[in-house]
């Protein structure tokens, strides 16, 4: 059950992800919280969702 929310989580930040890409919009942990309705917490904490905010930009979709 629990990684199925996990999962769910992860799958909201790779959308959110790809359209502030496709829109060019500046990506960071506050917008990126705000638009996916995930916890900055979250955000932090999954280190591979950290690294791919940090890096601001993702050339493979998130698996």
């Known amino acids: 059950m629990l ?7 992860i799958k909201a930040f790779s959308q959110v992800l790809q359209r502030l890409i496709k829109t060019k ?12 309705g995930l ?4 955000l932090y904490t999954n280190l591979e969702i950290r690294n791919r905010i940090e890096e601001g930009y ?4 998130f698996q």
Do not use: E, G, H, W
């Open 39 to 42: 916890s900055k917490a979250f």
């Open 25 to 36: 919009a500046k990506i960071n942990f506050n917008r990126v919280a705000k638009v996916s």
């Open 3 to 9: 990684l199925d929310a996990i999962s769910k989580y």
């Open 58 to 61: 993702v050339s493979v979709p």
